[in-house]
């Protein structure tokens, strides 16, 4: 009898395991431990000896197993499942277990009796019937709920053990995960018991309800047409982007059906008009539709936020009676929040206007996740502005939506054009093709779903696709405006486009900075707004004006254009607003462009939003504008951001300047704007900041060889003239010391003349400059030969050896060594040589050798670096570093050949000792011929007897350069 209750068991256990393997998983992942396979737990409670078990009694009178395993199969048993793995997990105390055993036990009495007949020729004996019953069904539950206990028990066990073996303790469940649904659960027994909640039956046929009307509720996209507000299916048009961890070293793409399959706790981060909004509608019904999971999907914008906050209970509540027409009580809603059911989806977390706003969204987000530990949530954020409200990093997963490559844009042409016009498919074919050829050089614009809806639908009207973001919208915006009803023939005289952007300025502006018109503007306030501009425009009477703006309205209202009708107050007045966040923007620059009087005041207006993460196509909109009517005018107003940016804080300052540098194809920057750049990327370098000056090194950027050109009197300037204002000039000494290494980003720039810049730099003394002591400092010291080799090895002291391989600090890893050893292996094997300072290395390799005299004594068992990334896995370099040194003499060959053995010994032979500290480079001992050195037979190039003797003991692994050092991770 048992057997059946068992297996039964085990299943309940099973399912509820496999969530928290996940989470485990992710958790595990984030502080770099491999890939642990906890699903074998699974395979093995399968087949675990189980004869000590209690057995079980028979059921209770009119129960079968079927209704046994339809119970277990419910929502609630899986949830009880998981709350008992995260108690045994948490060491909870007893009264949690009991609690559960209580909840556990009336949930499966209450849940059967309903389809027990009790009869009796009395009353009495009906209701004595119905006790034997009742103590009959709490005997089996509880023997049964034993059976769940000790599966789940021996799976917490078992993910113990698992962690143990990986070095990692379960912080997880000391960090609000487990111990969360711990705390969760005398809510979630209350619920579960209650009297009044509905059984299982009227349950699911909710569900099915709800689940039905939300599939047609979403399922359907409104294109991105100017005709009408026509709806197809998303399978009609959407095209499914790809998506990537943020942050994450090895950037594997996720398809969305994977990354709905890893939803747990996530964030989607996308760029404007990059489909975050569609992908969670997509996601949401994929959810519904392949899963029990029941998907709620909120937009945050259309939440009523207070100042503390909002109830995420009560916005469910709200969204289905409203949106889906839909009864429901707040009782069931919570009961599928807390057994883990639901999928909560909040789109549009950069919509809330005020950042203020997003910072309490975003704790209440967080504190929702605590209180329903086992429903999964979807969170969608526009990327720039996202730091200002992030979530919780040890919570929420943040994902990328990346841009569309070739592949996914032309099948977006495809379908667009397929479903907006009647082509033949010859047709359709050319019309794609040529879509594709016309926009080949402006790749980053078409990645962009929305603008490419925007290309498509201008490629329709005019058969002509602007190159930049601003020239694009300017384009739409006369399509939108000017020529669609006449190009469709439904009149032959356009409206007055000059009227219409005049009050489409002034409305998105508005719209854009009043919290309070966010969802919109009523017909009363816009034909207001709109009457006091044409007047202030001196365009019309005020009695003019007022017909003037109810023509507008006329021409607006029931055409999905850039700005519309949305809906009806309570009252029943009409709403209007514009169709999308980025043509809200466009005009709002308009208006900005034409009420402020200098580039002093633009900036002025723009700074705050910038250093904030907002207004990004706004401002470069703006920059465009300038540039149209004024000689430089871009280049102006980007002169008097970088002056203010000392009244901001260093991160806002590094946000703007960021912004400044991403934004630069699209406006013009003179060299005088481009040099300041360039001073404020070194002053946030100084501050170790290095992500500017990342943007402006890069090969990509696109006035690169100015910068190239620019940097070598900006270094001088700087540290010559400005380093005494500096607390630490390090970074910056670093980079210049550095220079000819942009050789290798692609320069275009002679290597002569680049030795000649990096010879003139390197005259200039550091050594007196602030730089905190360090051993950064006496890498760079060492390097520009303003300290000697005696000087270096006095100051390092019998860890000299593994200061040459101990990597700096991240200053600037976008150029440069690694690591002293490996500047000097790129000095001996660098191409052309003249662009080396071959000499000084060489005097410094000479130095080491005389520093190391025995290399039995001085090299031998060497601390590791503390710093472990230092030095390529290139044989062939080391090799013609080798070759090359022979015809420098003894000392500097024999120095050479002890670096190349140590650094082959460092990437793979000590790596291969301990998985856990490093990656192993070679599948065999490396220290052979067939190791990573790739052949080399390090005894050749040693004379001294000695040290022939000291190549054969190390190759024979009798004794080791490095001294290994158990928990170092690289």
């Not at 017909?547 to 949305?566: H, K, N, P, Y």
């Not at 402020?596 to 465009?624: D, F, H, M, Y």
């Not at 292996?825 to 130095?847: H, K, Q, T």
Request: aromatic share 8%.
């Amino acid at each position: 009898m048992a057997g059946v209750e068992m297996t039964l068991a085990i299943r309940a256990a099973s399912l509820a395991a496999k969530p928290v393997f996940t989470r485990i998983q992710r958790e595990l992942g984030r502080r770099g431990i491999g890939k642990t396979d906890f699903n074998t737990i699974l395979t093995r409670l399968q087949t675990r000896n189980v004869s000590s078990l209690r057995l079980l009694g028979e059921l209770p009178p009119g129960v079968t197993n079927a209704q046994v395993q339809s119970l277990l199969d419910t929502p609630a048993p899986r949830a009880f499942s998981r709350q008992l793995i995260a108690v045994a997990i948490e060491g909870a105390p007893p009264q949690h277990y009991e609690r559960i055993r209580a909840g556990f036990i009336e949930y499966f009495r209450g849940s059967l009796i309903s389809s027990v007949e009790f009869q009796g020729e009395q009353r009495e004996v009906a209701e004595k019937r119905k006790l034997e019953w009742t103590n009959k069904a709490e005997e089996y539950a509880g023997f049964l709920f034993d059976l769940v206990n000790d599966s789940c028990a021996w799976i917490a066990d078992q993910i113990m053990q698992k962690a143990e073996t990986t070095s990692v303790a379960i912080q997880w469940a000391q960090a609000a995960l487990t111990g969360a649904t711990v705390e969760s659960i005398e809510r979630y027994v209350a619920l579960v018991t209650a009297g009044d909640r509905a059984v299982a039956a009227e349950r699911k046929d909710w569900v099915a309800q709800y689940k039905a009307i939300f599939s047609r509720v979403h399922d359907a996209v409104e294109i991105p047409d100017l005709s009408n507000r026509r709806k197809v299916r998303y399978s009609k048009l959407y095209v499914e982007p790809s998506f990537s961890l943020l942050d994450a070293e090895a950037q594997r793409t996720l398809t969305l059906d994977e990354l709905c399959a890893k939803v747990d706790r996530t964030v989607i981060l996308g760029d404007p008009g990059g489909g975050k909004s569609s992908a969670s509608a997509v996601a949401a019904l994929r959810v519904g539709e392949n899963s029990e999971t029941v998907v709620f999907h909120l937009e945050l914008r259309r939440i009523s936020v207070t100042s503390q906050g909002f109830s995420l209970l009560d916005a469910i509540i709200e969204r289905i009676s409203r949106m889906y027409q839909i009864a429901t009580s707040p009782a069931l809603i919570e009961e599928m929040l807390l057994d883990g059911s639901a999928l909560v989806i909040l789109d549009g977390l950069d919509e809330l206007l005020e950042p203020t706003a997003r910072r309490l969204v975003s704790d209440v987000i967080e504190a929702c996740s605590h209180a329903y530990p086992l429903t999964r949530f979807m969170v969608t954020s526009r990327k720039i502005g996202y730091s200002a409200a992030k979530l919780r990093s040890d919570l929420f997963d943040a994902y990328l939506i990346n841009p569309f490559d070739a592949h996914r844009t032309r099948e977006y042409v495809e379908k667009w054009f397929a479903v907006s016009e009647r082509l033949t498919d010859g047709d359709l074919d050319t019309v794609v093709e040529s879509v594709m050829a016309q926009t080949e050089s402006i790749p980053d614009l078409r990645s962009n779903p929305l603008l490419l809806a925007f290309i498509c639908v201008l490629y329709r009207g005019h058969k002509y696709i602007p190159r930049n973001r601003p020239q694009l919208y300017g384009k739409c915006a006369e399509l939108l405006l000017g020529e669609w009803d006449k190009h469709r023939s439904i009149t032959q005289v356009a409206p007055d486009v000059d009227l219409l952007q005049v009050a489409l300025t002034d409305l998105a502006y508005r719209s854009l900075t009043d919290g309070r018109l966010r969802d919109g503007m009523t017909e009363s306030k816009v034909i207001e707004s709109v009457s006091s501009q044409i007047v202030a425009e001196g365009i019309a009477t005020a009695k003019q004006a007022g017909i003037m703006a109810r023509e507008l309205i006329a021409t607006c209202r029931g055409r999905a254009w850039m700005f519309t009708d949305l809906g009806l107050t309570e009252d029943g007045e009409e709403i209007f607003g514009f169709t999308h966040q980025s043509f809200l923007e466009y005009f709002a620059a308009w208006y900005l462009h034409r009420n402020t009087r200098s580039a002093g005041e633009l900036a002025s207006v723009l700074l705050p939003q910038i250093s904030n993460g907002k207004w990004e196509i706004l401002t470069q909109i703006c920059l465009s504008l300038r540039d149209k009517n004024s000689a430089a005018g871009s280049s102006a107003v980007i002169e008097e951001i970088l002056s203010r940016l000392t009244a901001l804080t260093v991160g806002e300052s590094d946000v703007t300047l960021q912004f400044v540098l991403k934004s630069a194809d699209a406006f013009r920057v003179n060299e005088q704007a481009l040099s300041e750049i360039l001073n404020s990327a070194l002053d946030m370098l100084e501050k170790s900041r290095t992500h500017s000056m990342r943007l402006a090194l890069s090969p990509d950027f696109r006035y690169a060889e100015s910068v190239r050109e620019f940097l070598p009197g900006i270094f001088e300037q700087c540290l010559a003239v400005r380093a005494a204002s500096y607390s630490n000039v390090g970074p910056i000494a670093a980079l210049a010391t550095d220079f000819l290494y942009l050789f290798e980003l692609g320069s275009e720039i002679d290597p002569g003349t680049l030795s000649e810049v990096q010879r003139r730099l390197d005259q200039i003394p550091v050594q007196s400059l602030p730089i905190p002591e360090s051993h950064q400092r006496s890498e760079i010291l060492l390097r520009r030969g303003e300290w000697s080799v005696p000087e270096f090895v006095g100051r390092s002291g019998r860890e000299f050896m593994s200061r040459i391989f101990e990597s700096r600090v991240d200053y600037m890893p976008v150029i440069g060594p690694k690591s002293i050893a490996q500047w000097l292996i790129d000095c001996m094997a660098g191409e052309p040589r003249n662009l080396y300072p071959v000499a000084r290395s060489v005097g410094i390799l000479r130095g080491l050798r005389e520093a190391m005299g025995d290399p039995y004594e001085s090299i031998v068992d060497v601390p590791l670096p503390v710093l472990l990334d230092v030095i390529e896995d290139n044989g062939s370099e080391l090799r013609k570093a080798l070759v090359r040194s022979v015809g420098y003499g003894p000392q500097v060959r024999s120095t050479m050949m002890f670096l190349a053995m140590a650094a082959v010994e460092f990437l793979a032979d000590v790596g291969a000792a301990g998985g856990d500290r490093y990656v192993p480079f070679g599948e065999k001992d490396p220290r052979t011929p067939k190791g990573s050195a790739g052949g080399l037979v390090f005894e050749r190039y040693l004379t001294h007897p000695r040290e022939q003797e000291f190549a054969r003991d190390w190759e024979a692994a009798r004794i080791n350069i490095w001294l290994p050092q158990p928990g170092l991770v690289s």
